[in-house]
Nanobody, 127 residues
Framework: QVQLVESGGGLVQPGGSLRLSCVAS????????MGWYRQAPGKQRELVAE???????NYSDSVKGRFTISRDNAKNTVSLQMNSLKPEDTAVYYC?????????????????????WGKGTLVTVSS
């Protein structure tokens, strides 16, 4: 069993930055592909950024060039640096870990059945 705990959400003004972190339990973190999903009010959860166990990344068009996903296997951590935030980035952000669905090379913008989920952290972009 793997537990994922997100942190770093909060209120930020448009144009600002936030850094989300997700810490995983266990000692096989390096084997997992990791992803960041988000769910805005009234919308379906969608994959916005993913990273393979080898460090290959992929982003949805809506965040490409503004968000950066990274991982530190020594610290069992995956992070999401979010810059130039917009009101439409307001959502609950979820960390996910996956061994079976091919996370890391999935088309972004959709919701997939991941092996493990965090409980989410709220990001609000508002003036």
């Amino acid at each position: 069993q793997v537990q994922l705990v997100e942190s770093g959400g909060g209120l930020v003004q448009p144009g600002g930055s936030l850094r989300l972190s997700c810490v995983a339990s266990g000692n096989i973190f390096s084997l997992f592909a990791m992803g960041w999903y988000r769910q805005a009010p009234g919308k379906q959860r969608e994959l916005v950024a993913e990273i393979t166990s080898g460090g290959v990344t992929n982003y949805s068009d809506s965040v490409k060039g503004r968000f950066t996903i990274s991982r530190d296997n020594a610290k069992n951590t995956v992070s999401l640096q979010m810059n130039s935030l917009k009101p439409e980035d307001t959502a609950v952000y979820y960390c996910a870990a996956d061994l079976t669905m091919g996370l890391g090379i999935l088309p972004c913008g959709y919701n997939y059945d991941m092996d493990y989920w965090g409980k989410g952290t709220l990001v609000t972009v508002s003036s």
